[in-house]
């Protein structure tokens, strides 16, 4: 179990997380939450304030069965000013034959409505987790939009496509997941960039550990489990609608991490600044996050191809990014 944070002084630190959006994902995020115990009290927002209050009362009937007491219910945004985390999940759809740039421009309205909102209410500690997609170019317009140094505003990037990449890997390797240690980086999308040369098993990388294995895989099995890795999404969706759970755990790994200061490597979604020769666009690379946010970028030493394609992924977003009108971000601040 997660042990609550102190401040220096003494004091508890605010372990409140306000979900705005109780969609699929929101919820789902909100049972993982509540089963894990890692919040103080967990407050929904949404525009269907019955939908808000439907699904409080369906989590508050299993609170006899979670390791620590947690408060939960339907909300607004005032609830925001103690809040540590507040995650965003709210947006809009893409309608059939939509273009992606339409669906920005969609979400991108809708969060111009949002956004300012949390920011008005929010504590100066407050931590802006964006989920919507596409979450990359909705990340950036947060940041723009909320004028607070970037750190504090975070993208939950491609943490799920690396956990989908070493899922994969595991199956084919045989191994227990939690031993295959993988990145996926870039856009949280079709331009995502799998990091292999420093994909390893154990701390063995998988060039050297495929040669020992003895299944003897040609080259054609990467290219076959990295294009799984991108089109699982749309192989779940055409299944059952939406994806959901996956995503909702991988929320919770962020949000545990900001809660417990826990200083976790996470491929979240922030602010390039020079990295890997990228400015001005949000993109994922694996950061240290803790209580402030995203603490600090981590540099890979990537292949001439993997920096490549990481700079093809900033180009693509950037494109869409440029088409918006947003206000001037303040990247001259601190982090913290």
């Not at 929904?44 to 808000?52: F, T």
């Not at 803790?290 to 992924?313: C, T």
Request: net charge negative; proline share 4%.
């Amino acid at each position: 179990m997660m042990e609550a944070r102190v401040d220096p002084e003494g004091a508890e630190a605010s372990r409140r997380v306000v979900i705005v959006g109780a969609g699929m994902v929101g919820s789902s995020f909100a049972y993982a939450l509540l089963f894990n115990g890692a919040a103080s009290e967990i407050v929904l927002v949404d525009l269907n304030r019955r939908r808000a209050e439907g699904e409080a009362m369906d989590l508050n009937h299993g609170l006899a069965f979670i390791p620590r007491p947690t408060l939960v219910r339907a909300g607004d945004y005032t609830d925001c000013r103690e809040a540590a985390v507040v995650v965003v999940a709210a947006g809009v759809a893409q309608r059939e034959g939509e273009s992606r740039l339409d669906l920005v421009r969609r979400n991108s309205q809708a969060f111009s409505q949002i956004i300012p909102r949390i920011v008005e209410q929010a504590g100066p500690q407050t931590v802006l987790l964006i989920v919507t997609n596409p979450v990359d170019i909705l990340s950036y317009v947060s940041w723009r939009l909320s004028g607070w140094a970037p750190g504090r505003v975070i993208g939950s990037g491609t943490v799920l496509d690396s956990a989908r990449f070493r899922f994969l890997l595991s199956q084919h390797c045989r191994v227990d997941a939690r031993s295959v240690h993988a990145y996926v980086i870039g856009e949280h999308g079709d331009s995502e960039v799998a990091v292999w040369s420093l994909t390893n098993i154990a701390g063995v990388r998988l060039s050297d550990y495929c040669p020992a294995c003895g299944r003897s895989c040609p080259t054609e099995h990467k290219e076959e489990i990295f294009t799984q890795v991108r089109q699982a999404a749309y192989e779940i969706i055409a299944r059952k609608g939406a994806t959901y759970y996956g995503i909702g755990l991988s929320l919770l790994t962020i949000v545990e991490s900001i809660l417990g200061d826990q200083n976790r490597v996470l491929t979240v979604s922030t602010l390039m600044r020079g990295e890997q020769g990228v400015d001005d666009i949000y993109l994922s690379l694996p950061c240290i996050v803790n209580r402030q946010g995203v603490a600090r970028v981590i540099p890979l030493p990537l292949s001439g191809e993997e920096q490549e394609a990481f700079r093809h992924s900033a180009q693509a977003l950037r494109q869409i990014a440029d088409r918006l009108e947003l206000p001037a971000g303040k990247g001259d601040l601190p982090d913290a």
